[in-house]
């Protein structure tokens, strides 16, 4: 049985930054791409990142460029979300996605889900 845990989420001021976790189990850190979306009260699921099996491409949604970075490592079967200069509009419930291909920003492609962690950014 796939599992995904996130972690790292919390409360942190606009400005700081928080690096997100999630782990993976019952499934090869080679199956294929991850990814992370968030979503936040009354907003549909957005795209964040998403990272290919090997690690070395990636993909960041709009609003994560510049300040966000998605990395992986395979022999912890993890996956990170280094998230930078935070803003208010960051604020959400942040998941994490396992799929079979490779990197892509469609929810659809990724049949495993993590819980979520939550994410608030104060003013």
């Known amino acids: 049985q796939v599992q995904l845990a996130e972690s790292g989420g919390g409360l942190v001021e606009a400005g700081n930054s928080l690096e997100l976790s999630c782990e993976a189990s019952?499934?090869?850190?080679?199956?294929?791409?991850m990814a992370w979306f968030r979503q936040s009260p009354g907003k549909e699921r957005e795209f964040v990142a998403s990272?290919?099996?090997?690690?070395?491409?990636?993909w960041l949604g709009d609003s994560a460029k510049g300040r966000f970075a998605i990395s992986k490592d395979s022999a912890k079967n993890t996956m990170y979300l280094q998230m930078n200069n935070l803003k208010p509009d960051d604020t959400a419930v942040y998941y994490c996605?396992?799929?079979?291909?490779?990197?892509?920003?469609?929810?659809?492609?990724?049949?495993?889900w993590g819980r979520g962690t939550r994410v608030t950014v104060a003013t």
């Open positions: 996605a396992a799929g079979a291909g490779g990197i892509t920003a469609t929810p659809a492609a990724y049949p495993y």
């Open positions: 019952g499934r090869p850190s080679s199956s294929g791409a």
């Open positions: 990272i290919s099996v090997s690690g070395g491409n990636n």
